[in-house]
């Protein structure tokens, strides 16, 4: 019998498939809540919230309808047509996300060694590869690898800050729409957590499975809340820059420049992973004998998109993500009202 995945390596993955490069640099969280002022902290929690009630409602979904793939869930969710539409779409997003994450790993390279991007971009490439071929077990043993070094490194980078002056601007906030930011921000990485957690479920039980929700959840928040404390505080250092959160770790620890990185390499690598396997699994259905081929075809590709600003193709993608997937739910939810649609 095959060993089940803990509660703690449900917990690492799904962290690590939602805090991505645009989280982990800081990206993410100015646009999504920093930029919301004394809002912001009560928008990271609305968000870990949201989360958790996601989580809950897809796995509960998910063992009542005796679900055990993405496909066959989308479908039911939104019907024949459109879950099968909506299935080519939230793949196509998989992949700019995982050009997002080799964006972040060039501009991380060649900003602290010159390392070229496009080289930076196929290493990383062919790494998500290799792990993405070994399926959901090798995601969660490379999470399991990856996670806690990524927290300690935060948790260190925190207790720094508590005796290094600040350096913050006085900036006008939003006072406006700050839960449906952090609502939108739940959104964007709602793809992924479709994508992952079905596939998690064939691999453990329901009680490891919350508990790792909820592993998640509070490692979400730790994460979330710190990020937002550091960047209001430096705020004048970090600047316009693609990566805000590394010139705030240099300047906190100027004898490791390069400590920061560690944490964003860890961070883009393991959403990376997360959404590779997802195309695995994709390619899977679509062409069986020729999909490691497409996958490694996938990840060649997003190494070539990934030549892009990395702050351009987060501001431009993880938007548009959220309302396409926030779309998706609301027809469902009507569907299921109303009962159009039906594919029965």
Known sequence: MAKKLTGRAIGLTLTGAVIGAGFASGQEIKQFFVTYGRYANPGAVMTIVFFIIFCAWLMAYCTRQRISGLPEMLELMGGKRLGGFFLHLINLFMWFGLSVMLAGSATLFQGLWQIPRLASALITALL?????????????????????????????????????????????AFQRGWLWSALL????????????????????????????????????????????????????????WDLPLVPIAQYLLPQLPWAYGVILFIALITTAFANALSLSKYFQQLWPSRA???????????????????????????PLTG???LAFYLISLLRCLFAFDSPH
């Open 323 to 325: 309302y396409l997937c």
């Open 185 to 240: 921000y739940l959104g964007s990485n709602s793809a992924i957590l479709l994508t992952t957690i079905p596939n998690l479920m064939g691999e453990t039980d329901s009680r490891n499975l919350c508990n790792g929700v909820l592993i998640a959840a509070g490692l979400l928040l730790f994460l979330l809340l710190t990020n937002i404390y550091l960047l209001n505080k430096y705020a004048a250092i970090s600047g316009d």
């Open 128 to 172: 998500v590869y290799l792990v993405a071929r070994r399926q959901v077990k090798g995601l969660a043993v490379a999470n399991e690898m990856l996670l806690p070094v990524l927290v300690f490194l935060v948790l260190f980078f925190l207790l720094r800050s508590f005796g290094i002056p600040e350096q913050g601007l006085s900036v006008v």
């Open 292 to 318: 490691n081929l497409l996958l490694l075809l996938a990840t060649l590709s997003s190494a070539f998109l990934a030549q892009e600003a990395f702050g351009q193709l987060v501001a431009a993608l993880y």
